[in-house]
């Protein structure tokens, strides 16, 4: 083998082995929308196959994506936003029979591909509203968080300085 094909090769194999793993899924209400935030590592240039899917009862219902194809029932409830690195999917008019196990799962392609997923179970009830302080303190550690309210628990004669 030429050894600029090998490198070619190794460095090839090496992008998709570190490539894009799910490093969070979280679930939350948005109005009456079932909001699926799907985190991953972005390490590579190779393109990304991702599947939002919803077990329940042992089957397999996909919701969206690239990799299989989506439901019927499930197509006129979803939207669908991606960034850098996570990708959001929305499920109109959530209701109990929407419960069940939701997977993100991201592929990419290559001699074996490589799968990387996540999985939440979600329960109507058990589900919190997405809101600006819940995702505030999600992705900031509490320390910053605890800085951002000095002002305000002061104003509210919590405490003084």
């Given at each position: 083998?030429?050894?600029?094909?090998?490198?070619?090769?190794?460095?090839?194999?090496?992008?998709?082995?570190?490539?894009?793993?799910?490093?969070?899924?979280?679930?939350?209400?948005?109005d009456?929308?079932?909001?699926?935030?799907?985190?991953?590592?972005?390490t590579t240039?190779?393109?990304?196959?991702?599947?939002?899917?919803?077990?329940?009862e042992?089957?397999k219902?996909?919701?969206?994506g690239?990799?299989?194809?989506?439901e019927?029932?499930?197509?006129?409830?979803?939207?669908?936003?991606?960034?850098?690195?996570?990708?959001?999917?929305?499920?109109?008019s959530?209701?109990?029979?929407d419960?069940?196990?939701?997977?993100?799962?991201?592929?990419?392609?290559?001699?074996?591909?490589?799968?990387?997923?996540?999985?939440?179970?979600?329960?109507?009830?058990k589900?919190?509203?997405?809101?600006?302080i819940s995702?505030?303190?999600?992705?900031?550690?509490?320390?910053l968080?605890?800085?951002l309210s000095?002002?305000?628990?002061?104003a509210m004669d919590?405490?003084?300085?």
């Amino acid at each position: 083998m030429n050894p600029t094909t090998g490198i070619a090769l190794l460095l090839t194999v090496l992008q998709v082995a570190c490539g894009q793993k799910v490093t969070s899924l979280t679930a939350c209400l948005v109005d009456q929308s079932l909001r699926l935030d799907c985190r991953h590592e972005n390490t590579t240039a190779l393109p990304i196959q991702y599947e939002f899917s919803l077990t329940r009862e042992t089957k397999k219902h996909v919701l969206f994506g690239t990799v299989g194809v989506p439901e019927h029932t499930y197509r006129s409830r979803t939207s669908f936003t991606s960034k850098y690195n996570i990708k959001v999917l929305y499920l109109s008019s959530f209701t109990t029979k929407d419960e069940g196990l939701y997977t993100c799962e991201l592929r990419l392609s290559g001699q074996p591909p490589v799968v990387s997923n996540k999985t939440v179970s979600v329960l109507r009830d058990k589900l919190v509203k997405c809101e600006g302080i819940s995702l505030l303190a999600q992705n900031t550690s509490r320390l910053l968080l605890l800085l951002l309210s000095l002002p305000l628990l002061q104003a509210m004669d919590f405490i003084s300085l």
